[in-house]
């Protein structure tokens, strides 16, 4: 079973509307979380990194961490067209001491014109 | 500003040949990753290294993979004999490792083996 889960595998959402990614570890040791996103032909680039309860807003995108159910989500208002992308959530388990990224399986969002 | 720079993006292989893979971190990080991309398998982490030293290759296969970074501006990653299930993309990732220890992605470089 992965550590890291992410649902749906995909998802479209009409321009301007509300997409809503996520994420759900395994392992009580991942603590921290980021959401990467990876458009086609390129690296994944990072969205954003939640680290704490609650929610974290940046521009019209907000994470939301849930510890106690190891539960991410991230939500994206007014989608646009650029949007579009394989959108992945990561998380590291800080105890190991090792900076490594656990990626999820992915979300492949489509937004619609 | 240039990035995390990969070369080759393309490289196609025959089936028992070694491959060599160059990553030019982004001046001044201190850390580099390793990272495979397939269909299959996802995005899965190979080796880091932190100021130029080997510090996890727990995703490493055992054989014929290995990982070098002779010095602070780049990172190789070589693979012999190579076998048509490498075929990926292998992606970089640098850090500064300090805030929010952000990763860095090169484009990748995509490894087709025939």
């Known amino acids: 079973q992965q550590k890291v889960q992410q649902s749906p595998e995909s998802l479209s959402v009409p321009e301007g509307g509300m997409a809503s990614l996520n994420c759900t570890s395994s392992?009580?040791?991942?603590?921290y979380f980021w959401w990467y996103r990876q458009h086609s032909g390129e690296g994944p680039k990072a969205l954003m990194?939640?680290?704490?309860?609650g929610d974290k807003k940046e521009g019209r995108f907000t994470a939301h961490l849930n510890k106690a159910s190891l539960h991410v989500s991230l939500h994206i208002r007014d989608s646009q067209p650029s949007d579009s992308a394989l959108y992945f959530c990561a998380a590291s388990d800080a105890s190991s001491g090792s900076w490594q990224l656990i990626f999820g399986s992915g979300t492949q969002l489509t937004v619609m014109p | 500003n240039a990035g995390v720079i990969q070369t080759p993006r393309h490289k196609v292989t025959g089936k028992g040949q070694e491959a060599t893979l160059w990553c030019e971190p982004i001046?001044?990080?201190?850390?580099v990753f390793w990272y495979r991309q397939t269909i299959v398998q996802g995005l899965e982490f190979l080796t880091y290294?932190?100021?130029?030293?080997?510090?996890?290759d727990s995703g490493m296969p055992k054989e014929r993979f290995s990982a070098q970074m002779p010095n602070q501006s780049h990172s190789t990653l070589k693979i012999q004999s190579t076998q048509p299930q490498d075929s990926a993309v292998y992606l970089c990732a640098s850090s500064s490792g300090t805030g929010s220890y952000e990763q860095y992605f090169g484009p990748g470089t995509r490894l087709t083996v025939l």
């Open positions: 001046s001044g990080h201190s850390a």
């Open positions: 290294f932190r100021n130029q030293a080997p510090i996890d």
């Open positions: 392992d009580r040791n991942f603590q």
């Open positions: 990194s939640i680290f704490s309860d």
